[in-house]
């Protein structure tokens, strides 16, 4: 079985490119989970900037499933200023786009306006709760690599009276030697907020996401516990809007996600 850091290292295939197959361990459903393509994206544009800048903020848009198969992945630089790069990504598999990421990179800067964000909310520690199982046909396939403990919030399809959720994750596998990349894999693991308000079980899936990038460590390890916590902004339509939060163990924030889900639901 791949590791993170495995599946997210392809193969150079040319300047600016880079080519991989997910392996089948990381599926959900039809394709990969989008922490997958996303963390590809990231370190292909790490790779093309090469200037040592730090990740600001992501922005993700899926229009295809990656599946089980060869793909191929491009990053260019589309402008590199003082302070700021911006750069994009995009996995095609197939012939067909299949992921774009864009993304912010930039330098510290000495600067005078400082406002702390609030600590993250006070959970019982993860070692004290019980890890979601990996249930072959039950849980997505990928939910073997990571260690996810619930603390907020009904379980998926539930039939809850309130849309929300929240826990502990970690990696149980190498996740890479860039911190930015590994948490873009657990930012995307947790299912919808909406999820708990299903009846029962119905296909779930990301069209886009933005990440904004905090107070992120220089290295991260599979030691390493984070708080992640979302909540429903709307839903309707076949479609949720949501927003989450991740935590570091000392409660500091680590970054915020904005995020698009198709839901495949029948109507009541």
């Known amino acids: 079985m791949q590791s993170f850091a495995e599946v997210t290292t392809w193969s150079p295939d040319g300047p600016g490119a880079w080519v991989g197959t997910v392996s089948p361990e990381w599926m959900q459903g039809r394709g990969s989970f989008g922490g997958i393509p996303a963390a590809v994206g990231l370190r292909a544009i790490q790779a093309a900037c090469a200037d040592g800048r730090r990740p600001r903020s992501i922005h993700v848009a899926?229009?295809?499933?990656?599946?089980?198969?060869?793909?191929?992945?491009?990053?260019?630089?589309?402008?590199r200023g003082r302070f700021v790069t911006h750069a994009r990504a995009e996995i095609l598999q197939g012939g067909e786009l299949r992921t774009q990421v864009i993304a912010t990179l930039g330098d510290d800067?000495?600067?005078?306006?400082?406002?702390?964000?609030?600590?993250?909310p006070e959970r019982p520690p993860p070692e004290s709760l019980a890890a979601l199982p990996?249930?072959?046909?039950?849980?997505?396939?990928f939910v073997r690599f990571l260690d996810m403990r619930w603390t907020d919030g009904s379980m998926p399809f539930s039939g809850a009276e309130e849309p929300g959720l929240g826990g502990w994750c970690r990696h149980r596998t190498d996740p890479g030697?860039?911190?930015h990349a590994a948490l873009l894999g657990l930012l995307d693991a947790w299912p919808s907020p909406v999820v708990p308000l299903l009846r029962g079980p119905a296909?779930?899936?990301?069209?886009?996401?933005?990440?904004?990038?905090y107070d992120v460590p220089e290295a991260i390890s599979p030691d390493d516990w984070w708080w992640y916590g979302s909540e429903a902004i709307a839903a309707g339509?076949?479609?949720?809007?949501?927003r989450a939060t991740l935590y570091g163990r000392d409660r500091r924030l680590?970054?915020?996600?904005?995020?698009?889900?198709?839901?495949?639901?029948?109507p009541r």
């Open 62 to 79: 899926f229009l295809g499933p990656l599946t089980n198969a060869p793909a191929r992945v491009t990053a260019q630089v589309l402008r």
């Open 109 to 120: 800067r000495a600067s005078g306006l400082v406002v702390e964000p609030p600590l993250g």
């Open 134 to 141: 990996h249930i072959e046909g039950v849980t997505p396939s």
């Open 177 to 179: 030697p860039d911190p």
């Open 203 to 213: 296909p779930a899936s990301s069209v886009s996401w933005s990440t904004t990038f």
């Open 237 to 242: 339509h076949g479609y949720a809007g949501m």
């Open 254 to 266: 680590v970054s915020t996600v904005e995020q698009l889900v198709a839901v495949f639901d029948r």
